[in-house]
């Protein structure tokens, strides 16, 4: 049988393979010669799964798409604070290498534009390290997010440090500021390595997987930085990664995302998948015509834009119904799916703000996947009402998606495999 999503990924790139508008970056001269025809498309799912069309294994510099990752390695090796200090989370609504620092304080507004960037690499690693320390440091976490061991391209270094000019000036009015510390061309030269790391579009998107991954690898496992690291690092790519085109991209797209001038995008979908795809050529802002057009397909065609409403807090509550009769009759509120807050709420509607005329009440989690840690809490706590309105309450939990049924202060649940369980708890061994 043929592989459905590849399938559809090759269709894609072949719906957007003939658009040859837009530039090479032209300011790095490596850059301009690069074959302007290349063109891949790769998801990476969070068990490691890759699916991919076209050039998804052929190596290209990581440029601007770097900006993310080394933010978050800023972020845990020097903590939220420090970071902040240096480097805002405002979207400038500028070009990625605007000459632009907060008026007040000289901060660049935020790390993806190049100010906030290049001071982002300074922060990377331990204070004390050297500068081939912070290279090194920047180069291991990059790995670590890819799952292999990557290298740096030396001749786009070289190609690109010669005409650093720029940057150089952003660094020097950094350094004016004191937002900088160290030599202003020292931390060009090791943030123009950063952004001169090999990867291939497979690379890409499991790095980005690795952020949809609240930090965990899905290849390797390890927890590559903390969640709440995911978390401001997706917040800050959702609103200032595609730099003046971040609110058109937020609309039509709705992915956090991050371009780079070598002509990679990716879009990491936290809970889902990391996209990446890769072609050369570039639109205005510099980020590349066929990945966007790519990403807005992909969007529209999966649903993936975050503010897509999800249905399932609805439809939490997949029946309420009594077994038995008199006495022992058990209500049953049989639940289905993820449960979150807002599914958690149709449960305290449907269990204590509607309390049941039966003594025996059971919530049934057979069908439930997962119950994050505030449902899990609101969950515990209907059980804690009800026993404090007398009812008996059973949790029909034969996966134990509930941890540690403990509901406190009054509170008593018995858990048991099977709704018959509970519907005949006199039978031995019924109650776990
Ligand atoms: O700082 C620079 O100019 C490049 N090395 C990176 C720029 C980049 O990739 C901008 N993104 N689209």
């Known amino acids: 049988m043929r592989p459905i999503i590849p399938d559809y990924m090759t269709e894609a790139l072949e719906k957007v393979r003939p658009d040859t ?12 010669t690069a074959d302007p025809e290349r063109l891949g498309a790769a998801f990476a799912m969070l068990d490691g799964k890759v699916y991919g069309a076209g050039d998804i294994d052929t190596e290209f510099t990581i440029q601007s798409i770097s ?74 976490g990059l790995s670590a997010f890819a799952g292999r061991r990557l290298r740096i391209d030396e001749s786009v270094y070289a190609s690109e440090i010669e005409h650093a000019h720029r940057n ?20 060009v030269d090791g943030y123009t390595r950063q952004c001169s790391v090999l990867v291939t579009t497979r ?5 980005a997987a690795t952020l949809a991954n609240r930090g965990v690898n899905p290849l390797s496992g390890e927890q590559v930085v903390p ?34 001038v070598a002509g990679g995008l990716i879009g990491a979908l936290p809970g889902q998948i990391g996209i990446a795809t890769f072609s050369p050529r570039l639109d205005p802002h510099g980020n590349s015509v066929r990945g966007v057009s790519l990403f807005e397909r992909f969007s529209s065609d999966m649903g993936l834009h975050v503010m897509e409403v999800p249905a399932a807090a609805l439809a939490v509550v997949r029946s309420n119904h009594v077994v038995g ?35 025996r009440v059971a919530l049934d989690l057979t069908r439930v996947s997962s119950v994050d840690d505030v449902a ?21 939990d034969p996966e134990s998606v509930v941890p540690d049924p403990e509901p406190g202060d009054g509170g ?21």
């Open 227 to 260: 969640e709440t690291v995911v978390r401001q690092v997706l917040s800050v790519m959702f609103s200032c990664g595609m730099y003046d085109a971040a609110g058109d991209w937020a609309t039509q797209v709705g992915i956090p995302a991050k371009s780079g």
């Open 21 to 32: 508008s837009g530039e090479r970056a032209g300011y790095i001269p490596e850059l301009a």
């Open 412 to 432: 008593r649940v018995t858990v048991v495999d099977t709704v018959d369980q509970a519907a005949n708890p006199t039978r031995s061994g019924s109650a776990r």
């Open 325 to 359: 009769s008199g006495p022992n009759a058990l209500r049953v509120l049989e639940l289905q799916g993820g449960i979150g807050f807002a599914g958690a709420e149709r449960v305290v509607k449907e269990a204590v703000d509607n309390e049941p005329s039966e003594v």
């Open 67 to 140: 900006k993310p990752f080394a933010y978050a390695l800023a972020l845990t090796d020097r903590g939220f604070d420090s970071v902040l200090a240096k480097v805002g989370v405002e979207p400038s609504g500028e070009a990625f290498n605007e000459i632009s620092l907060e008026s007040t304080t000289g901060r660049p507004l935020n790390p993806m534009i190049n100010a906030g960037a290049i001071t982002v690499h300074s922060l990377a690693g331990a204070q004390d390290l050297d500068p081939a320390g912070r290279v090194e440091r920047v180069l291991h």
């Open 376 to 396: 899990r809490r609101m969950l515990l706590e209907v059980a804690r009402r009800l026993t404090l309105g007398g009812h008996d309450v059973f949790l029909v």
């Open 203 to 207: 690379d890409l998107a499991m790095m």
């Open 168 to 187: 150089l000036a952003i660094a020097h009015m950094l350094r004016s500021h004191d937002i900088l510390t160290g030599d202003a061309k020292t931390v």
